[in-house]
């Protein structure tokens, strides 16, 4: 199909390789495109690209719906996107080859790298965190999204990196510090701008902002060429929206979204931070990027990290550091560096196999690696939250074992 093409020249010069493929899985590619098409044409997501790579060649990439629904401008397989947390697989990977370099270590005090950066206990003591627990999420923050209106992130307006506050990142850090944690580092795992605190270590150990540290250490060597914290052609970007009834809503410049209630609150958006230069970069939420490019990153790990990891790196990142117990996306999932980690398959009641990293995006995105089936998928949709944690995901990943009801 010609949607196929573009991204099979771009992706083809990844390293490690990713391939074209000599013929498509046409059974695959016509159980991912009935989960699309159904989608779109249901009113439950906008638009929507779905990338599957097998043993490093792509099987299929099909791009559906709309871009922008307005202006009836279609999706492609090439459509940038605002990523959210698909930002932090990035900064993590960047972390971890700081550590490799001997320019980091996972178990250096944060407060050697951001000597103000001190948040308290509710007791009033101020332990130490390491870089282990910002990559892992058991420093003991949280999101503001967690949190009710009147919670100490709002009160203090914290900023969860997709918001427009107009703040630096020394500032919303400082913000943050005054919050009180959650619990002591180390003791349980929370979802967190953990990732945004790391972002500023990295611009401390290298000596450069984390938009230039990042193309430096990831996204330059990787030819992810379309991915970084600044859209450079704005009107090019998929439009978000949020779920509505009957269909998705526009996103405005500024717009709080209902979380599920066993996620969180309400995440606020405002899109206009992808293209605005002064705001900062978010470690944990801030950059923009392409399915086509996600998928050469995500094939880096799956293959023990080419040219840019050493095989007992990614192992490391690979590997279950809080436990299933922590049920980080339901039963059987604990979390590594950068991602969840699944430990159960029976019960997460899932086909994907022992060890498949997975998560997503705020924006509307969900992506996984499986290292037993040689998979890796790359969905990304306009339309928050059921491209990330509505029933799409899902849909897709049974399409793409054949697992479907």
């Known amino acids: 199909m010609n949607l196929l093409l ?24 016509a159980r991912v495109d009935r989960v699309l098409e159904r ?10 690209v779905v990338v599957v790579a097998r043993d490093g060649r792509i099987v299929h990439a099909r791009a559906a719906g709309l871009a922008d629904r307005e202006a009836g401008r279609p999706m492609t397989v090439d459509t940038p996107f605002r990523l959210a947390s698909m930002t932090k697989p990035v900064v993590s990977v960047a972390a971890m080859r700081l550590v490799e370099q001997g320019r980091l270590r996972l178990d250096d005090r944060v407060a050697r790298w951001l000597p103000g950066f001190r948040p308290r206990l509710p007791d009033g003591s101020a332990p130490a965190i390491t870089v282990h627990q910002l990559l892992t999420h058991t420093a003991g923050l949280g999101y503001g999204f967690q949190e009710p209106e009147d919670g100490p992130y709002h009160r203090l307006g914290v900023s969860d990196g997709l918001d427009g506050a107009g703040i630096d990142l020394d500032e919303n850090l400082r913000r943050l510090a005054a919050a009180p944690l959650h619990f002591a580092p180390g003791a349980e795992w929370r979802y967190s701008l953990g990732i945004d605190v790391l972002g500023a270590v990295v611009e401390r150990a290298t000596g450069r902002s984390l938009p230039e540290a990042v193309a430096q250490l990831v996204t330059g060597p990787l030819d992810m060429r379309d991915t ?24 405005p410049a500024d717009l709080a979204v209902p979380l599920p209630p066993e996620i969180g609150h309400a995440v606020r958006f405002a899109p206009g931070r992808a293209s605005d230069r002064a705001a900062f970069p978010s470690g944990g939420g801030g950059m923009v990027g392409t399915a086509g490019d996600f998928v050469r990153l995500l094939e880096t790990v799956r293959t023990g990290g080419g040219a840019l990891l050493r095989p007992e ?28 980690v699944l430990d159960d398959p029976a019960a997460a009641g899932s086909p994907q196999g022992r060890g498949t990293l997975q998560w997503g995006g705020a924006y509307g ?27 799409f995901p899902t849909e897709v990943r049974d399409a793409v074992y054949g697992t479907a009801p």
């Open 365 to 391: 995105h969900n992506w996984f690696v499986d290292p037993v089936a040689g998979l890796s998928v790359v969905a990304l949709t306009n339309t928050a939250f059921e491209g990330m944690s509505g029933a």
């Open 313 to 340: 790196t990614v192992d490391a990142m690979r590997r279950d550091h809080v436990g299933a117990q922590a049920q980080t996306q339901g039963p059987g999932w604990g979390f590594g560096y950068g991602w969840g």
């Open 228 to 251: 970084g914290f600044f859209a450079v052609d704005p009107a090019a970007l998929a439009v978000p929206y949020a779920d509505g009834a009957p269909v998705p809503v526009r996103m």
């Open 39 to 48: 989608a779109v044409a249901e009113g439950r997501v906008v638009g929507a």
């Open 6 to 29: 573009p991204l099979l020249a771009a992706v083809a010069t990844a390293s490690p390789p990713v391939e074209a493929p000599s013929a498509p899985d046409v059974a695959l590619a």
